[in-house]
């Protein structure tokens, strides 16, 4: 009987720790939130800058016909 009980415990006992040194698998790492400033003088959030636009090449516009039209007319 007392084997019995010391088996049953040795069984119960092992799975627990299977259960607990088990790998988790696909749990990745919380990702930390920024803290958001606010503005001192109002109080509310400030927006982050937005990046610098890239420059971009300067391109002469064609005119329409519509606007040749009518600057041929005055």
């Known amino acids: 009987m007392a084997d019995l009980i010391k088996e049953l415990v040795n069984g119960v006992v092992e799975s627990v720790l299977k259960e607990i040194l ?6 990745n790492t919380t990702k930390r939130t920024k803290r958001q400033t606010r503005s001192a003088t109002t109080g509310r959030f ?11 090449k ?16 005055r």
């Open 22 to 27: 088990k790998k988790t698998t696909g749990s």
């Open 46 to 56: 400030k927006k982050a800058a937005a990046p610098p636009k890239t420059a971009k």
């Open 58 to 73: 300067q391109v002469s516009k064609r005119r329409t016909a519509a606007v040749r039209t009518k600057q041929r007319s």
